[in-house]
């Protein structure tokens, strides 16, 4: 089984409906984080999570809500999804007590969301 | 603002021959630098990063990354390529704030020939 795990893997929905994208993991990290991947922009930072009490906006919250139900489950949702909001979403988890300089990301799958 | 770019959209490489992709990058302060790599319909895997010591840093699969300080630049190497390394890479630098998030390059596509 996959260490972090994401759900769905694709979803298609259309322009004003809600829709939540889940994480979860068995790495026992504190850090996660979601990320959006488009065409020639890689990847860019929405929201990430210290712990379930510290959640902060990245670099295109807009548009986006996260919740940390636990340290291992972080769910991004879009309460009113638009076409622009296609793209490809990552989760990803982190350990600080491996030094926060020096810890790589671990990733996800993936989900593919398709707003019409 | 501490930023990464990866100057080509896409490599082309024959099979047994060397590749590099290329990677420069601006922060402030020390460079902690990473690679990785996505497979079609996959997640990010982990390659490798440079945080200090040698300047040459050796990877999963292969893979190794030079950094140079005077030019910036951290760029992926591999001294025989196969056409199971095409896949989508890309090079990220951490943000020096503590908050463990990566920022990521644009990403270079490399396609490997038989």
């Known amino acids: 089984d996959a260490d972090v795990t994401q759900t769905p893997r694709n979803r298609i929905t259309k322009t004003g409906k809600r829709i939540m994208l889940e994480c979860s993991q068995t790495?026992?990290?504190?850090?996660m984080y979601w990320y959006r991947q488009d065409p020639g922009l890689g990847l860019r930072l929405i929201y990430y999570?210290?712990?379930?009490?510290?959640?902060n906006k990245g670099e295109i919250s807009d548009g986006y809500s996260v919740s940390r139900q636990a340290q291992a489950k972080f769910s991004l949702s879009l309460e009113s999804a638009i076409p622009n909001q296609t793209a490809l979403y990552f989760c990803?988890?982190?350990?600080?007590?491996?030094?926060?300089?020096?810890?790589?990301?671990?990733f996800g799958e993936g989900s593919r969301l398709t707003v019409l | 603002a501490q930023s990464v770019a990866q100057p080509e959209d896409q490599v082309n490489v024959a099979e047994g021959n060397p590749l590099t992709v290329k990677c420069t990058y601006s922060?402030?302060?020390?460079?902690?630098l990473f690679w990785y790599v996505q497979y079609p319909n996959r997640g990010l895997q982990f390659l490798l990063k440079?945080?200090?010591?040698?300047?040459l840093v050796k990877g999963s699969y292969g893979f190794e990354a030079e950094f140079n300080k005077s030019q910036t630049s951290f760029h992926l190497k591999k001294p025989s390529a196969l056409v199971s390394d095409s896949a989508l890479y890309f090079c990220?630098?951490?943000?020096?704030?503590?908050?463990?998030?990566?920022?990521f390059g644009q990403g270079t596509t490399l396609q490997v020939k038989p």
């Open positions: 440079y945080i200090t010591g040698d300047n």
């Open positions: 990803a988890t982190s350990d600080s007590s491996l030094g926060q300089i020096t810890g790589e990301l671990f």
């Open positions: 999570s210290f712990d379930v009490k510290d959640i």
């Open positions: 790495k026992g990290h504190d850090r």
């Open positions: 990220a630098v951490r943000d020096p704030g503590n908050t463990g998030k990566l920022i």
């Open positions: 922060v402030s302060g020390n460079p902690y």
